[in-house]
């Protein structure tokens, strides 16, 4: 599997995190202000699901220790000790495209 | 026994007796493992276990639903070793800073059972030494009837006491809490093991203040605001102190909260916010020291604060939901950094 089609756009509301399962995979898609990022569906920090966290801006934030990242990079913000992975992502003809080469895990799956 | 812990930074090396909880014995040793509720629930003390063999404890702590047992995981406040062990944590762990007590096992003796609401109660515990914590701290408290221990924050502060005030509601289908509502339970023998939490408040803190409770979580914030009040915080911060519960029957200690609010006036606030039904104008008349509002705990305080979340340390605690739906508006509309905000995240 490379690229596949994990949703449309009007699948996730602005400012909304929603999973979709392709296969045995489950990703996490983010629309940050029409945005489109894709991610594993936990926290890097305790496997709680990350469909519960905020988004503000190009923050992310984890509901469960408030562990926030830049949703655009992954990269840590403030108390995150790890950052986020991302998948690449692509939107055409209102399809979001997720490559899934390869599932990314963090290490404690 | 012998404890050897992998981590992702240094190791450590701590004694375990036989029957102690492995997470006990390495907090007791100085050892910063990860914990949260320390009582079998939010499953953030998991480890792996490599060499060795533990007895894993409480069959049913709900916090198991987080561990793997095909990696060999178990939760370290529930579970003993059998002999000697080498677990791995994933996790930094450090040794614990100093300005934190070091936790202990305490005996302790039950003093007074005093009944707030038809559902909480006050519990005044005697302990065989006196111990020292910090303003929102907690105990894990075990009877001899009942299997595995709960986690209760002190409900008030002193720099070193004898004696300990816990606030209890009754949980249904509660193993403590049946048992300690279901007869008189003056006298009767208890195991401790604390100070545990790190939603604490220190004298230093330079800001304003902060607090929302929803039920029993009141506990906590009576111990940080009456530590406040002692060393004269609000002669230079504001306090606010929202309090949840669903109804008028509900509401507890509400002369300690008008003791409270007229040691600081005009610089600490005291909000009873009732979820399901409105206050009655009779409420407000009886207690015009303190503010009655109608919603959720957080809506309240989103109100009543806005405008005012500069320089702001917000300390929460209460029932998962509320501490969820708080958290979100502290974060989403209060705009708070998550180095503003203390709680023990219990699940």
Redesign the interface.
């Given at each position: 599997m490379s690229w596949q089609q994990v949703c449309t756009t009007g699948d996730v509301d602005e400012d909304e995190l929603e999973e979709f399962e392709v296969g045995e995979i489950t990703v996490l898609v983010a629309n940050a202000g029409g945005e489109f990022f894709a991610y594993p569906p936990f926290c890097p920090h305790?496997?709680t699901p990350l469909s519960?966290g905020?988004i503000?801006g190009d923050t992310l934030?984890c509901?469960?220790?408030?562990?926030?990242w830049n949703l655009k990079t992954g990269e840590m913000r403030?108390?995150a000790?790890c950052p986020l992975l991302l998948y690449d992502v692509k939107v055409e003809d209102g399809a979001v495209l997720v490559n899934l080469a390869k599932e990314l895990k963090y290490?404690?799956q | 026994m012998k404890i050897s812990v992998r981590t992702r930074g240094a190791p450590f090396v701590f004694d375990c007796a036989e029957g102690e909880k492995i997470l006990q014995a390495g907090l007791r040793a100085g050892v910063g493992l990860p914990y949260e509720c320390g009582s079998g629930t939010c499953g953030t003390c998991k480890a792996e276990m490599g060499e060795g063999e533990i007895d894993e404890g409480w069959a049913e702590a709900p916090g198991r639903t987080y561990v793997k047992s095909e990696k060999s995981e178990f939760l370290m406040c529930q579970a003993s070793p059998r002999r000697d062990c080498t677990i791995g944590v994933r996790s930094k762990v450090e040794a614990l800073p100093h300005e934190v007590p070091v936790p202990d096992a305490v005996g302790g003796r039950i003093k007074k059972v005093e009944p707030l609401t038809h559902d909480v109660c006050q519990v005044e515990v005697s302990i065989d030494k006196p111990l020292s914590f910090n303003a929102g701290q907690f105990m894990l408290v075990g009877a001899p009837a009942v299997a595995g221990q709960r986690a209760y924050s002190m409900a008030h502060y002193a720099a070193t006491t004898g004696s300990l005030t816990f606030v209890i509601k009754q949980v249904p289908d509660g193993g403590f809490t049946d048992w300690l509502f279901a007869a008189d339970r003056s006298g009767t023998e208890l195991e401790l093991f604390g100070p545990l939490g790190v939603a604490t408040y220190a004298p230093a803190l330079p800001n304003n203040l902060v607090c929302i409770a929803g039920g029993s979580g009141l506990a906590p914030m009576l111990s940080i605001l009456d530590h406040a009040i002692q060393v004269g915080h609000f002669d230079t911060y504001t306090g606010d102190l929202f309090f949840g519960v669903r109804t008028e029957r509900d509401i507890y200690l509400l002369d300690q909260l008008k003791e409270f609010a007229g040691k600081a006036p005009e610089k600490l606030a005291i909000t009873v916010v009732l979820s399901d039904s409105p206050p009655t104008a009779g409420l407000a008349q009886a207690h015009p020291e303190l503010r009655f509002d109608e919603g959720f705990v957080h809506e309240s305080t989103m109100r009543h604060m806005a405008g005012r979340w500069e320089n702001v340390m917000a300390y929460l605690a209460g029932p998962p939901p509320m501490v969820d739906a708080t958290l979100r508006a502290l974060v989403m509309e209060a705009k708070l950094t998550p180095t503003a905000i203390r709680y023990d995240k219990f699940s």
């Open positions: 305790q496997e519960l905020m503000d934030t509901i469960k220790h408030l562990w926030q403030d108390i000790e290490d404690y | -």
